[in-house]
């Protein structure tokens, strides 16, 4: 991707995660998560990850964050109100994530180069991130983890059943 | 060309917005969509390292993290509206009789 589309895009993303975590209302921030998840979508279409991109649609943007709306609109909450108590919380944990941001961004920057790979320059295959060529992956090499996946959404689907019941014993 | 060491840095941040968001939010939603960021931000660094190695191991890889978090995502709330229905509340610091 050229810098002109890569740093508006990457800006933009991050401009949006940030809503997610600093607007007071949970509606705001769901919304802001819709916002930074399709534009996940769009990197990933430029990675050459196309099925990637719309499972990340489909999956995140369509099912998750319909399902995190509903639960909002459900429970009818109200906007958070800034506790006074947990200021020097909030600026240990963001003064650390600072710290953590600045020590790994060294690292990676200070390593450029270096990643294994062919890189960006070479054109992927045309059948790279399709789903004909995913779908052989995940039905020959990963066939064991895939039909791990059936039973943890079976388990997912019993446990909210359960645990969503009137009845909590 | 803008090379994968920018969209590392990228998951990078977005993976830190999401565990500083995690820990000074105390709505447990809003905690819950913060999982959900540091998730996507691995999604996006395995993406940049397969399209690195022009391999598909980690577009795979992102489809059993999509799996894991619609799981969570499905349990979790539906742990919220149990909580909310006998307790009133969503706030993670009012929510203390399993900690010391």
Same mark, same amino acid.
């Given at each position: ?5 890569? @740093? ?20 705001? #921030? ?5 916002? +930074? ?8 279409? @430029? ?56 020590? +790994?961004?060294?690292?990676?920057? #200070?390593?450029?180069? #270096? ?12 059948? @790279?991130? +399709?789903? =004909? ?6 039905? =020959? ?14 388990? =997912? ?13 | 060309?803008?090379? $994968?060491?920018?969209?590392?840095? !990228?998951?990078?941040? !977005? &993976? %830190?917005?999401?565990? %500083?968001?995690?820990?000074? *939010? *105390?709505? !447990?939603? %809003? ?7 540091? !998730?996507? $931000? ?7 390292? /397969? *399209? ?10 992102? &489809?059993?993290?999509?799996?894991? /978090? $619609?799981?969570? %995502?499905?349990v979790g709330l539906a742990i919220i509206i149990a909580l909310f229905r006998h307790r009133e509340t969503l706030n993670a610091d009012e929510v203390r009789i399993l900690r010391w």
């Open positions: 991707m050229s810098p002109f589309t890569f @740093f508006p895009l990457a800006a933009l993303i991050i401009a949006s995660a940030l809503g997610v975590i600093l607007n007071l209302h949970p509606i705001r #921030s769901a919304l802001c998560l819709a916002v +930074t998840l399709f534009l996940m979508a769009v990197m990933f279409v @430029f990675l050459d990850a196309h099925l990637v991109a719309a499972l990340q649609i489909i999956v995140y943007a369509g099912a998750i964050l319909v399902l995190f709306l509903f639960v909002i609109m459900l429970l009818n909450l109200e906007a958070d109100v800034p506790h006074k108590r947990r200021r020097n919380v909030t600026l240990v944990a963001t003064a650390s994530g600072l710290g953590f941001a600045a020590i +790994t961004l060294h690292a990676l920057f #200070s390593s450029e180069g #270096s990643l294994p790979g062919p890189g960006f320059s070479v054109a992927a295959p045309a059948e @790279f991130g +399709t789903a =004909t060529a995913i779908g052989e992956l995940l039905f =020959t090499r990963f066939v064991l983890p895939f039909e791990i996946t059936s039973v943890l959404l079976l388990v =997912t689907v019993l446990g909210a059943v359960v645990l969503a019941k009137k009845k909590l014993r | 060309m803008v090379p $994968a060491t920018y969209y590392i840095a !990228l998951s990078l941040i !977005l &993976f %830190v917005i999401g565990a %500083v968001g995690f820990l000074i *939010r *105390r709505n !447990l939603i %809003v905690m819950f969509m913060s999982i959900e960021l540091m !998730l996507n $931000a691995a999604n996006l660094a395995f993406v940049t390292f /397969a *399209r690195q190695q022009l391999g598909m191991d980690g577009q795979v890889i992102v &489809f059993f993290v999509m799996t894991v /978090a $619609a799981a969570e %995502v499905a």
